[in-house]
């Protein structure tokens, strides 16, 4: 069982930046992609970005040049630096890690970005 904890969250005007920070608890496997989903209210969860064990990363055609997902695979921790937000960025933030054939998810922090 591996335990997501996420940071980072906030309120933020149009324009600004926040950082998203997630630890994973350690594990007893491989933990694989690990990645950032959000859903804002009254729609369906989606990508905003993954990233591979290896460092391969891949982006939601929204976020692509602001937003920057990186992983610290010693620390077991994912992060998502967010710039340039815009007020449909504003969702409920969530924390993925794939590993031991199993999705974990973390709890959601909420982003809200002002216009």
């Known amino acids: 069982q591996v335990q997501l904890v996420e940071s980072g969250g906030g309120l933020v005007q149009a324009g600004g930046s926040l950082r998203l920070s997630c630890a994973a608890s350690?594990?007893?496997?491989?933990?694989?992609?690990m990645g950032w989903y959000r859903q804002a209210p009254g729609k369906s969860r989606e990508l905003v970005a993954t990233?591979?064990?290896?460092?391969?990363?891949n982006y939601a055609d929204s976020v692509k040049g602001r937003f920057t997902i990186s992983r610290d695979n010693a620390k077991n921790m994912v992060s998502l630096q967010m710039n340039s937000l815009k007020p449909e960025d504003t969702a409920v933030y969530y924390c993925?890690?794939?590993?031991?054939?199993?999705?974990?998810w973390g709890q959601g922090t909420q982003v809200t970005v002002s216009s």
């Open positions: 350690r594990s007893t496997f491989r933990i694989n992609a």
């Open positions: 993925l890690v794939v590993g031991g054939q199993r999705n974990y």
């Open positions: 990233i591979a064990s290896g460092g391969s990363s």
